[in-house]
């Protein structure tokens, strides 16, 4: 089986990484396309996934099944998938001046590492939806240039599963390009890497609920071997979505 891999990172907490997350999978399933969602921890994601979507009977360029994966704060370790081609990240801004130089810097960090030819497999997407003045607004859409601006909407703003309306005139816009956008992004042919670890992400239930707080305290540092994104599917897995025993680490002089 085929599959293409999708990371969902923010520039900073609250960018709406997981309602973005959500809408992506919902566009995909609408149209027939098998996804996988993933999360990189046991957060909102599984309460924002409908149920509700029928059976996968379409393909993307000869993909057989889209792995989303909400993989929160942008880091260095998500910043790596980018070495694997069949990699394709979304990068989310959120509202305000800040996030979008965040945005902006994190997306220069990336080309000068990549070079400018990476800018095919990143979707750059500000999520205005919360921003307190149109005049901020307005500065940060010249600071970021984002692909894609998603307007305030219930669909995008509701606790529940999200579930795009084609009715919805203000939304109906975003959603066409958003859904043309994932259609590039994921048709970008790419040779399969076997020896890319596989990752820690777990896979979320429809409708699942997510995990009691665990309390204030911060979260432990992350590493490379937390964070790192699923490899590209392989003869190995199966209808299950079980994936290979990542390889042990090698040490490098230093």
Known sequence: ??????????????????????????????????????????????????????????????VDEVRVTDAGRMTTAIADALEVPDFALCLVSGSGIAQAEGGRAALAGLLERFGPQARR?????ANTTAAARRRDGETARAILRPDIELPRSPVLGADGPVRPDPADRVLAPTLELVTTRLGELLALQAPPDEGWPTGITRTVRDGARPSPAQGTAPPPETTREQTAPPTSAGPEQTAGFTTRPAPAPTQSAT
Request: charged share 20%; aromatic share 0%; proline share 1%.
């Open 1 to 62: 089986m085929s599959t293409r891999s999708l990371l969902v990172a923010g520039t900073g907490g609250g960018a709406g990484t997981t309602v973005v997350t959500a809408l992506v999978v919902a566009l995909l399933r609408s149209r027939g396309i098998r996804v996988v969602a993933c999360d990189h921890s046991d957060g909102t994601l599984g309460g924002h996934l409908a149920d509700d979507e029928g059976p996968a009977t379409r393909r993307i360029a000869g």
């Open 121 to 125: 497999r990143i979707l750059v997407v």
